[in-house]
């Protein structure tokens, strides 16, 4: 079978959040998971998304699962998005595509410029008090401290400015300590003439992932937490990661639409 790593959230290569991407070929079932999971752990990238076609008729068109290097996950929205892409570039689904997972049937649905829509479930937010040790883990005071649901699992920390969060260097063994997946830093940006109207980063040790490139799924906590305070249901967010990426995001109710393009860097056969 053939496997291929595209990276996500981006229009170029070597850059957004690079995920392996296995379209295999049994519409019955998944693989073993101990054979899942050694894929994702060779392939060595945030996640790697397994998908399966699905019978004709049905809620959704193709089951997706995903797996970092360490563990399965509940929600990835760039390995999402990479399969997506992989599927239209190939030819091998045309138009919008259903994929049935963990987190419910997730829509992805391609534009004529290029990019990838990804219909996802707003995260609930819950504001909490910070947790002990939360600011010497981090490196810095937060100014507010969300809860982000179960689909998610992370704490969404607002911090004083841009400057903060690009100079983040967390204790990740402390940080492990403080949520289930991590711990999403966030701020608004500086100049919103730059392109994005905020930005993150996402540290999550538990998931085997010290600091993901650039996160979807976070992406549905942060364009509440924005859209609540900047007064618009669109934004543009921005990764700060090393490799950098930007998301679109369309906030409608319960669910977050999130917006980008994908580049296939990598296509091989998968022997083992």
Not at 11 to 29: C, E, Y
């Amino acid at each position: 079978m053939r496997i291929r790593i595209v990276d996500a959230f981006t229009d170029r290569p070597f850059s957004g959040n690079p995920a392996g991407v296995v379209l295999l070929n049994d519409a019955d079932a998944f693989p073993d998971d101990t054979w899942l999971q050694n894929v994702a752990l060779e392939v060595n990238h945030a996640e790697t998304a397994f998908a399966r076609p699905l019978p004709a008729g049905g809620e959704a068109d193709w089951a997706l699962r995903w797996f970092t290097p360490a563990t399965e996950v509940a929600m990835c929205g760039h390995a999402t998005l990479a399969t997506a892409h992989v599927l239209h570039t190939t030819g091998t689904h045309e138009g919008p595509v259903r994929f049935v997972t963990r987190s419910g049937v997730l829509v992805a649905t391609p534009a004529e410029d290029g990019s990838i829509t990804l219909d996802f479930p707003t995260a609930p937010l819950t504001r909490i008090d910070p947790p002990d040790g939360l600011a010497e883990s981090l490196g810095t005071e937060p100014l507010t401290v969300f809860d982000t649901g179960r689909n998610i699992g992370d704490l969404l920390v607002e911090v004083a400015d841009e400057k903060t969060v690009r100079g983040l260097a967390p204790d990740l063994k402390a940080i492990a300590a403080q949520s289930e997946r991590g711990v999403i830093a966030t701020a608004r940006a500086d100049d919103p003439d730059q392109g994005y109207d905020f930005l993150s980063r996402c540290f999550f040790p538990n998931v085997g992932i010290d600091e993901d490139p650039v996160t979807g799924s976070a992406h549905t906590a942060l364009a509440p937490f924005w859209s609540e305070r900047l007064g618009r249901s669109r934004l543009t967010g921005l990764q700060a990661s090393p490799r950098s990426g930007r998301v679109r995001t369309e906030l409608r109710g319960d669910r977050t639409l999130l917006s980008g393009r994908a580049v296939t860097v990598i296509e091989g056969e998968l022997l083992a």
